[in-house]
C-alpha cells in the first residue's frame, strides 16, 4: 500500500551525502584538462578562498561562483555533471554512514529531500540515484539561448534559505517539524538543522554552534579527510544518529518528482575537485 509521508528527512549533500564539493569537481571536468584550464581553475580557487578569507558571506561565494560559468550552456553543463558522476560513483563518491541513513529513511516512507548550494549539474545524477522526492538547490539564471547569464534565480540556497525551503516543504506536505530529520555538516547549514527535531551532524559538525545545543543532537562520522588534511576526533558527548523508527504502515511516499530550487555548494570550501 502506498501512503502520504509523514515526516520529511533533509539531506545536505557536499560533504554530507558525498565525500566532494560536487561544484568544484563538477567546473574541473567541464573546463577540461592542460595548463590554461589549471591557471582558470587556480584563479577561480584563489578568488572564492579570498572571499572566503574575509568573511564574506556563503551565499555571496556561492553566487560568486556562477559567474565564472558565464555564458556556458546548461545542456552542456549537465552532460558534463552526468559524465563526471558517472565515473564519481565508483570511487568511493557517497558518504556510506550518511547514504545508509537515507535508504532507512525512505524504507520507512520518509520523504526523501536533498538541500544544496549546487545546481542541477550537480545534482540531478545523484537525485536520480539515490531516488531522492525533492531536489532544493540554487538555481543558475539562463538566457533565451540556454547560456547562463552568471546571476541566480532566486536565493543562493545556503544558510538561512534552506531553513526557509525546508519549513515551506514541511508545510506543503502538512509535515510536523518535530518529526522530521536534517543531516548536515556546515556551520551555514545550522538553520536548517535547527528547523527539525531529529537534527544530526555530521563529521566534525557546525563549530559556532555551542555545546549545550549541539550535546543532545545525533552525529554520523563525516568523510575522511584529505591525505594532507589531520583527521580530527569526533567531538564529545554525541551520540550516533540511531536509525529511524519504521512507520507502522507499509509502502512509501508516491512517487514525487525532484524538482525545486537547484543550487551550487561546493564552491564555499576548499577547492580541490576529488573522483574528478
Given at each position: 500500500?502506498?501512503?502520504?509521508?509523514?515526516?520529511?528527512?533533509?539531506?545536505?549533500?557536499?560533504?554530507?551525502?558525498?565525500?566532494?564539493?560536487?561544484?568544484?569537481?563538477?567546473?574541473?571536468?567541464?573546463?577540461?584538462?592542460?595548463?590554461?584550464?589549471?591557471?582558470?581553475?587556480?584563479?577561480?580557487?584563489?578568488?572564492?578562498?579570498?572571499?572566503?578569507?574575509?568573511?564574506?558571506?556563503?551565499?555571496?561565494?556561492?553566487?560568486?561562483?556562477?559567474?565564472?560559468?558565464?555564458?556556458?550552456?546548461?545542456?552542456?553543463?549537465?552532460?558534463?555533471?552526468?559524465?563526471?558522476?558517472?565515473?564519481?560513483?565508483?570511487?568511493?563518491?557517497?558518504?556510506?554512514?550518511?547514504?545508509?541513513a537515507l535508504r532507512r529513511h525512505a524504507n520507512a516512507?520518509?520523504?526523501?529531500?536533498?538541500?544544496?548550494?549546487?545546481?542541477?549539474?550537480?545534482?540531478?545524477?545523484?537525485?536520480?540515484?539515490?531516488?531522492?522526492?525533492?531536489?532544493?538547490?540554487?538555481?543558475?539564471?539562463?538566457?533565451s539561448q540556454g547560456l547562463l547569464t552568471g546571476e541566480?534565480?532566486?536565493?543562493?540556497?545556503?544558510?538561512?534559505a534552506k531553513a526557509e525551503a525546508a519549513r515551506g516543504?514541511?508545510?506543503?506536505?502538512?509535515?510536523?517539524?518535530?518529526?522530521?530529520?536534517?543531516?548536515?555538516?556546515?556551520?551555514?547549514?545550522?538553520?536548517?538543522?535547527?528547523?527539525?527535531?531529529?537534527?544530526?551532524?555530521?563529521?566534525?559538525?557546525?563549530?559556532?554552534?555551542?555545546?549545550?545545543?549541539?550535546?543532545?543532537?545525533?552525529?554520523?562520522?563525516?568523510?575522511?579527510?584529505?591525505?594532507?588534511?589531520?583527521?580530527?576526533?569526533?567531538?564529545?558527548?554525541?551520540?550516533?544518529?540511531?536509525?529511524?523508527?519504521?512507520?507502522?504502515?507499509?509502502?512509501?511516499?508516491?512517487?514525487?518528482?525532484?524538482?525545486?530550487?537547484?543550487?551550487?555548494?561546493?564552491?564555499?570550501?576548499?577547492?580541490?575537485?576529488?573522483?574528478?
Amino acid at each position: 500500500m502506498t501512503i502520504a509521508a509523514t515526516r520529511a528527512a533533509f539531506f545536505d549533500v557536499d560533504e554530507t551525502l558525498i565525500t566532494c564539493k560536487s561544484m568544484a569537481c563538477v567546473l574541473a571536468r567541464f573546463w577540461g584538462r592542460g595548463e590554461v584550464a589549471a591557471r582558470r581553475l587556480a584563479a577561480a580557487r584563489a578568488s572564492l578562498q579570498a572571499q572566503i578569507g574575509a568573511g564574506v558571506p556563503r551565499e555571496q561565494v556561492n553566487r560568486s561562483f556562477f559567474r565564472f560559468l558565464a555564458g556556458s550552456r546548461l545542456d552542456e553543463l549537465e552532460a558534463c555533471g552526468q559524465e563526471w558522476y558517472e565515473k564519481a560513483r565508483t570511487g568511493g563518491l557517497v558518504h556510506t554512514p550518511v547514504y545508509d541513513a537515507l535508504r532507512r529513511h525512505a524504507n520507512a516512507g520518509d520523504l526523501i529531500v536533498l538541500v544544496s548550494g549546487a545546481f542541477s549539474a550537480c545534482l540531478d545524477p545523484l537525485a536520480r540515484e539515490v531516488g531522492a522526492d525533492l531536489v532544493v538547490c540554487t538555481v543558475p539564471e539562463v538566457d533565451s539561448q540556454g547560456l547562463l547569464t552568471g546571476e541566480l534565480s532566486g536565493p543562493a540556497m545556503i544558510g538561512e534559505a534552506k531553513a526557509e525551503a525546508a519549513r515551506g516543504i514541511m508545510t506543503a506536505f502538512d509535515l510536523a517539524p518535530g518529526d522530521c530529520f536534517a543531516y548536515a555538516d556546515d556551520d551555514s547549514d545550522l538553520p536548517l538543522l535547527r528547523a527539525v527535531g531529529h537534527p544530526v551532524l555530521v563529521g566534525d559538525g557546525p563549530v559556532s554552534a555551542p555545546l549545550v545545543e549541539t550535546a543532545t543532537w545525533s552525529w554520523l562520522p563525516g568523510p575522511a579527510p584529505a591525505p594532507s588534511a589531520r583527521p580530527a576526533p569526533p567531538p564529545a558527548a554525541r551520540t550516533t544518529a540511531p536509525p529511524p523508527s519504521a512507520r507502522s504502515a507499509t509502502g512509501g511516499p508516491s512517487a514525487r518528482s525532484a524538482t525545486g530550487a537547484t543550487s551550487a555548494e561546493g564552491a564555499t570550501g576548499a577547492f580541490a575537485p576529488q573522483a574528478a
